[in-house]
């Protein structure tokens, strides 16, 4: 009966696949039929004689695998049952969930009974979490976002039928006419600006038509091309329509009655697209794609351009082209080529990036790593592919054209971090990581683009070298900024500053491309750096844009790493304070003190906060609260992002526990609750407790 409940727990998550599946009644009574033979009408029989290799198969290849066409959806299945229907089971110490209420797991009991197995699975938790069956857990929150945005396009669908009935009587006498006609009209004339009047195609040349690449963008770009001349026709002719300058035909009546419901007409849909998209998602995506189109149709050099895969066509279609191409440059086989893949820019010269993928349950690690998430999506700025001789490793995951997982574009093999080897943070979830913005001292605006792209390929490998060093320090993957100034102008840089100082405020890491060295850019960042508080990091354009070539990158991410660690450390203990007055301190005398060894005591800390920090009597240490259970390793800039929402005046830290002291004694109200109990990460919840007896009571009395 146990088995059974498990089964109901399966039957519901499965919707997280491309389809919902459902099984039936005769699977089950060939079920039934399969234990009595084995049973031979006794009441009992030892587990290891059940069929567990016929319910596995039942249930792995008719009663849901009949109905899977995806070999990653028909793996996950497969491990779901084994771990579910075995043997192993009906023993006293196997866990059929690691993680059932808590820590705590869940078991068979010890009975043969079946009152007793019936009552035993009735009192299993009616909230049952993905994760019981090795899914994530957040894949509840992907069915959720899924249904949330079909019932949003269905009231908007439901809005514009309503207009549809709406008259507009007019002057003169003249018949009462529908006003989406009049809505359909401005809607068509604003679709037809916004797309292309033509799409350029590409010339075929004896040299070209060779290349595999050339033959897949020129199918695009004619297609495109095709399809743009097809819309603007049909767009054209549905105004004239509207404006009784030409009569109606079946096709254009059709075409109208698309348009007025917001559906894309059947006969422009020559490509995959998810269900439910509407006619404005529709168009506005066209759009993007045509942009890409006459980008590359003008092209010089097809093999370097970054590529949206999600805005070609036939997705598939392009990594064949790839592999063809390094085939025939090489003159290898296809069949001895094995794809490679590097999440964001390595500078290699033998690959092909695309750019417009997310990651699913999972976040990365830099480089070819993943570490497991609890976020429903993590952004990847561009992905690198590489066709190889050398098989790649790692685990095999999907990658699927849409969101909806309903086409597999291929499988991509992928190092995953043991989730037990490091602490894994959640930026967005615990507010944990720095926030940075760029400064880019540049005289080409055509470089910004791949500025940004460096930052956030900086920002991942900062984050990932500093795991391995065993050090707390995470930036967010995409800067809270991005500003560029003319080279030598000193006032556009003051003003960059100076705008990163009051629109984004919680900014601690500045990234300053300089565009030579010895420039008056680097005098200028140091000064305008200490003058707001801020960590700062040049790098020169030319490494910039070649993501450190030529020099041994691991030796520059560790030398930034222990900057960073001094500067943040300056700023915490007050070095050089007269030079920045926006930093955690309050007052221009007041600095930070690390303790000694030992355990933080009351008296101590009352010496800390009001002899040193306020030169105050002890009734200042109202405005001080205690947090305990802290990784080790954070920095004092780490613990006062925590409070980010509060006025943090002080942090002193000691291995896992630090002292705050805040503004008043009511942020340390505030702080107290809301934050006792804050789940930092997976393995860190904080205690945090204030320093004052009456401010204690306090708490407790709300």
Not at 510 to 518: Q, R
Not at 552 to 560: D, S, Y
Not at 645 to 662: K, P, R, Y
Request: glycine fraction near 6%; aromatic fraction near 8%; include cysteine.
């Amino acid at each position: 009966m146990g088995e059974w409940q498990m089964v109901r727990v399966a039957s519901n998550k499965l919707q997280y696949w491309g389809e919902i599946i459902t099984y039936s009644r005769v699977a089950c009574d060939t079920l039934d039929t399969a234990v009595d033979a084995v049973a031979q009408g006794r009441a009992n029989v030892a587990p290891d004689r059940l069929p567990w290799k016929t319910l596995l198969t039942l249930f792995s290849q008719c009663i849901y695998g009949g109905k899977i066409d995806n070999a990653f959806d028909q793996t996950l299945l497969d491990c779901m049952l084994e771990q579910i229907f075995t043997a192993k089971s009906f023993e006293p110490d196997h866990k059929l969930i690691t993680r059932y209420d808590g820590e705590d797991a869940l078991k068979v009991p010890d009975a043969s009974r079946r009152d007793v197995l019936l009552d035993w699975a009735d009192k299993i938790h009616s909230t049952q979490l993905p994760s019981w069956l090795g899914l994530p857990n957040n894949a509840e929150k992907v069915l959720l976002q899924q249904r949330a945005d079909k019932l949003l396009k269905n009231m908007l669908a439901v809005a514009d039928d309503e207009l549809a009935f709406a008259t507009v009587g007019e002057e003169g006498g003249e018949a009462m006419k529908p006003q989406w006609m009049a809505q359909l009209i401005d809607l068509a004339g604003l679709w037809l600006k916004n797309l292309p009047k033509e799409l350029t195609r590409m010339k075929r040349t004896v040299e070209n038509i060779k290349d595999p690449l050339f033959r897949f963008f020129e199918r695009e770009v004619n297609l495109g091309a095709n399809l743009i001349a097809r819309i603007r026709a049909d767009l054209v002719d549905v105004m004239a329509v509207c404006r009784a300058e030409k009569k109606q035909s079946n096709e254009t009546r059709a075409l109208i009655s698309y348009l007025q419901k917001g559906q894309v007409p059947t006969h422009w849909m020559q490509y995959t697209v998810p269900r439910e998209t509407s006619l404005k998602e529709w168009l506005s995506d066209l759009a993007e794609r045509m942009k890409q189109l006459a980008r590359v149709a003008s092209s010089a050099s097809l093999r370097n351009e970054e590529v949206w895969l999600g805005g070609v066509f036939t997705a598939e279609a392009f990594i064949t082209a790839t592999r063809q191409q390094v085939a025939q440059t090489n003159t290898w086989s296809l069949e001895q080529l094995h794809l490679h893949v590097h999440l964001g820019r390595s500078g290699a010269k033998d690959v092909f990036r695309v750019s417009g993928m997310q990651l699913r349950g999972a976040r990365s690690l830099g480089g070819n790593k993943l570490e497991l998430s609890d976020e429903v999506t993590s952004p990847i700025d561009v992905v690198e592919m590489a066709w190889r001789k050398e098989p790649a490793e790692g685990a095999k995951l999907p990658l699927y054209l849409y969101g909806e997982r309903r086409q597999l574009v291929a499988s991509l093999s992928f190092q995953v971090a043991d989730p037990t080897s490091t602490v894994i943070m959640s930026s967005e979830d615990y507010g944990m990581a720095m926030k940075w913005a760029i400064v880019a001292s540049i005289a080409d605006l055509a470089q910004l683009p791949a500025i940004k792209s460096f930052g956030s390929w900086l920002a991942a490998e900062i984050t990932s070298e500093a795991r391995q060093l065993g050090t707390q320090l995470i930036l967010e993957p995409m800067p809270s900024l991005v500003t560029n100034v003319l080279v030598g102008d000193i006032g556009g840089n003051c003003a960059a500053y100076e705008k990163m100082h009051k629109e984004t405020p919680g900014v601690q890491l500045v990234v300053h491309i300089l565009p030579h060295e010895n420039s008056e850019e680097y005098n200028w960042m140091k000064s305008l750096s200490a003058r707001y508080g801020l960590i700062r990091q040049g790098i020169l354009l030319e490494n910039a844009l070649t993501h450190f070539e030529g020099n041994e990158k691991t030796e520059v991410l560790r030398n930034i790493i222990q900057w960073m660690a001094r500067r943040s450390a300056e700023l915490a203990r007050g070095k050089a304070g007269h030079e920045k007055p926006f930093d955690l301190r309050v007052g221009p005398d007041e600095f930070l003190v690390k303790t000694k060894p030992g355990m933080i005591n009351d008296a101590m800390v009352k010496t800390v906060v009001n002899g040193v920090l306020h030169g105050t009597d002890a009734g200042d240490a109202d405005s001080s609260v205690r947090v305990a259970g802290l990784p080790h390793g954070m920095s004092e800039f780490q613990v006062a992002s925590i409070f980010r929402n509060l006025s943090v005046c002080g942090v002193s830290i000691h291995a896992d526990e630090a002292v705050v002291t805040l503004k008043n004694k009511f942020h340390a109200h505030q702080a107290a609750a809301l934050y006792n109990k804050f789940q930092l990460d997976k393995y860190h919840h904080i205690e945090v407790v204030p320093l004052s007896h009456a401010v204690k009571e306090q708490i407790k009395a709300v």
